[in-house]
């Protein structure tokens, strides 16, 4: 397993689509007010975990969500944030803009299903392999203490890879929004959360 340098992972705060459970995917809403407290809470938290401009890299996906997030996060810190495009959120193919009422009309699944599985079905979207092989060449391109600013997906893959695990294990670390994840020496944590109901 590739020795990593201290990460950070946050997922952008909670944005318009989220609230209405619209898919997102490549597309873009703004933050709820909701969603920019949850951004200032968590620039908080790493302040208090010690990040400052010099200490750390900052890396955010170029979608605009994920990009005020950052913004707002680190608005303080006079930190240079990075727009990293292997860093954007999985494509949802024709699901994009959609409710998940509507997909649901149009495309049902199983009782069942899990909600990775689902992703993995939306139809024209980015296979798992393609967002597995991204977020693999984000961590083999990280050289000292980076905090990462993604999304609730491309997040879960990153993290999953950056432990070590592989595409069967995805389902098997947390989730959600307001949260931070740290990863450092082989562990795992989530050190704070921003007091806000985190997302899904």
Do not use: C
Not at 13 to 41: H, I, Y
Not at 53 to 62: D, E, V
Not at 145 to 171: E, N
């Amino acid at each position: 397993m590739q020795t990593l340098p201290e990460l950070f992972v946050l997922r952008h705060g909670e944005t318009e689509w989220n609230r209405a459970r619209r898919w997102q995917g490549v597309l873009d809403s703004p933050l709820t007010d909701k969603g920019r407290a949850q951004a200032v809470a968590m620039g908080e938290m790493l302040r208090t975990a010690g990040v400052t401009a010099t200490s750390h890299r900052i890396l955010s996906s170029p979608q605009g969500r994920a990009m005020e997030t950052a913004r707002i996060a680190f608005g303080g810190l006079g930190a240079a944030i990075t727009a990293e495009p292997l860093l954007r959120e999985i494509s949802v193919g024709d699901w994009a803009g959609l409710t998940a009422d509507e997909i649901d009309a149009r495309w049902p699944g199983p009782e069942d299903e899990g909600f990775l599985d689902r992703y993995a079905r939306a139809p024209d979207g980015e296979p798992f392999d393609q967002l597995w092989e991204r977020v693999g060449a984000v961590l083999a391109g990280l050289s000292r203490p980076t905090v990462i600013v993604t999304h609730g997906i491309t997040s879960r893959f990153l993290r999953t890879r950056a432990m070590g695990m592989t595409q069967a294990d995805l389902d098997e670390l947390p989730g959600g929004q307001g949260v931070i994840f740290r990863i450092h020496q082989g562990r795992h944590e989530i050190i704070g959360t921003s007091g806000l109901q985190p997302g899904p």
